[in-house]
């Protein structure tokens, strides 16, 4: 039996990246996977800790939330990283959503395979 399509139920779950122009479909709280590259880093001294992260995919941007506890154990990936992969937990108040993240990997290798030549096919 075929099921309609519902925003609200049927995003795609981590694995799976979600693009961040659908961050509005998830309820809040729900877990999701986002993955971009880093425009922003941010570890105001004010925030005790925290990190804020900014991630770019092709569809807009990701706002990210690293509490201490979680960049101390994913620090080098934060740092270091230029495309990341975080999974966390979806916070929404009225239009402004972030990620909070529990998971994050660094995934830059990935960006040299931009870089590569496309495998030609058979000819037709």
Do not use: C
Not at 38 to 44: K, S
Not at 51 to 64: H, I, S
Not at 81 to 110: C, F, N, P, W, Y
């Amino acid at each position: 039996m075929l099921t309609d399509y519902h925003p609200l139920r049927d995003w795609p779950r981590p694995p799976a990246a979600l693009p961040h122009a659908r961050l509005n479909e998830p309820p809040r709280g729900a877990l999701v996977t986002v993955a971009g590259l880093v425009l922003v880093r941010q570890r105001p001294g004010t925030a005790k800790g925290v990190v804020f992260l900014t991630l770019e995919d092709e569809t807009g941007v990701a706002n990210v939330v690293i509490w201490r506890k979680v960049f101390l154990r994913f620090r080098r990936a934060v740092v270091a990283g230029r495309l990341l992969r975080v999974t966390g937990r979806l916070q929404r108040d009225s239009e402004v959503v972030h990620i909070v993240a529990e998971k994050i990997e660094d995934i830059s290798e990935m960006l040299d395979e931009l870089l590569r030549p496309p495998v030609a096919g058979p000819a037709p």
